[in-house]
């Protein structure tokens, strides 16, 4: 073996093992409390009509804030209340969200001066988004029950 063999051998070696370490490097680590399972954030809006009316519901696991009003009168009205951990379990336990994409959404009816009910299912991983899917009798149930469930804890005034 030449000596110029042996010097590129013990050169391509150090390059080769600095080569395997950064690419089996761990990608960095997200939250530890929140997991791609767990719903981050519920939004339920009523949103059309022909006075351009408008609800908008933000539901995260420490707070509840609503907006409502309509452009043609250009009337807004928003509340924010703090919720519990215990109240936010609540709310999302009707929700499988293993089973979330059989949801099945229907037409707007905003072009015919109706509204539009749209939900938005947040977790760290993907947004579901669902227009007027109370159509879906089947796969429905479960925003439902979810709806059921906030009505008890929504300001009156604002519902």
């Known amino acids: 073996m030449s000596a110029i063999q042996a010097i590129r051998t013990k050169h ?8 395997m370490f950064f690419s089996c490097r761990k990608e960095p680590e997200k939250s530890r409390h929140i997991s791609s399972g767990q719903i981050t954030q519920i939004v339920l809006s009523y949103i059309g009509g022909n006075r351009g009316f408008y609800t908008i519901i ?10 409502k009003g309509n452009t043609i009168n250009k009337k807004h009205a928003e509340k924010n209340v703090a919720i519990s951990k215990a109240t936010w ?11 979330l994409n059989r949801i099945r959404s229907s037409p707007s009816k905003q072009s015919v ?10 977790t760290p991983a993907e947004v579901h988004v669902y227009v007027n899917a109370y159509a879906d009798t089947i796969h429905y149930r479960q925003l439902e029950k979810f709806k059921i469930e906030l009505k008890k804890i929504l300001p009156k005034d604002h519902y």
């Open 89 to 99: 379990q609540r709310l999302i336990k009707p929700i499988d969200i293993r089973t």
């Open 12 to 19: 391509i070696f150090p390059i080769i093992v600095l080569l």
């Open 58 to 67: 933000k539901v995260s696991p420490d707070s509840l804030h609503v907006e």
């Open 113 to 122: 001066d109706r509204t539009d009910e749209t939900f938005q299912v947040r």
